[in-house]
Structure formats: structure tokens, C-alpha cells
């Protein structure tokens, strides 16, 4: 009898296209219901696509990539983005009326917790969701 994979890890550069943030969204709806968590593919898809165009908007500079990291344990699914821009953090806006500036409220919703960690060079966006076992 196989024994199942405990931790799923997937991770692919993509250029800084609108283009990208679709192909990212879709590829994290396809893995995650892959790995067995078909109910959380499209929060995961949400969340991957408002990190990616976050990446792609606020922290993209021309010639750098973006990533999208995707780890999913039993009970944890870890969503991350990293770009080249370390010195423009997310924030969440308060009593901004706008059409835009939303996606960290979303990911505020779906997330249980998320956040910015500092690299050599740019920055990593995470968001996490607890998985039911």
C-alpha cells in the first residue's frame, strides 16, 4: 500500500504579465485539488491571484520575476509570493473608498493569518489556511 505524501511543495517563477496571475491561479486551483484539498482550491486560487497581482502592480520591477510558492501539509495550506520590491509592504487600507486596494481585505477573509517576511533581495507576501484533517 503507498504510503501518502505528507507535504506537497510547488514553486515557478513567472514573469510580471497580467497574463502570469492567471496562469498562477489556475495552476494553484489545479495542485491544490490535486493534493486532496479540492473544497480550499478556489480560496487558494483567490488567494494566489490577489498576491500574484499585488507582486505584479506594487512590487515588480522590469527584468525580475515573480514567485509563487505553494506548501500544503495535513492541516496547513501556506500560500507565498515573492518579488523583487522589499521596500513597498502591503498594507491594509482603512476608510479608503476606492475600486481597488481590496485584495488584503480578501485575503484577510479567507486567510487565517498572513504577512511579509524580508528577503536578500524583495520581499515574500504568505498567507495560510488551516485545513480540516
Do not use: C
Not at 520591477?61 to 507565498?80: A, D
Not at 521596500?87 to 477573509?109: A, C, M, W
Request: proline letters at 5%; zero cysteines; glycine letters at 8%.
Amino acid at each position: 500500500m503507498p504510503v501518502p505524501q505528507l507535504t506537497y511543495v510547488d514553486t515557478l517563477d513567472y514573469t510580471p504579465t497580467a497574463r502570469s496571475v492567471s496562469l498562477a491561479r489556475r495552476r494553484a486551483a489545479r495542485l491544490v485539488a490535486e493534493w486532496g484539498q479540492a473544497e480550499v482550491a478556489g480560496d487558494a486560487a483567490l488567494i494566489v491571484s490577489e498576491l500574484a497581482t499585488n507582486a505584479l502592480l506594487h512590487g515588480s520591477l522590469r527584468g525580475r520575476l515573480f514567485r509563487v510558492r505553494l506548501e500544503m501539509e495535513p492541516s496547513l495550506l501556506r500560500v507565498e509570493v515573492s518579488d523583487p520590491r522589499g521596500e513597498r509592504l502591503p498594507r491594509k487600507r482603512r476608510g479608503v473608498v476606492s475600486t481597488s486596494g481590496h485584495g488584503l481585505v480578501l485575503i484577510d477573509g479567507l486567510a487565517d493569518r498572513w504577512g511579509t517576511e524580508h528577503r536578500t533581495v524583495g520581499k515574500t507576501v504568505w498567507a495560510e489556511v488551516q485545513l480540516d484533517e
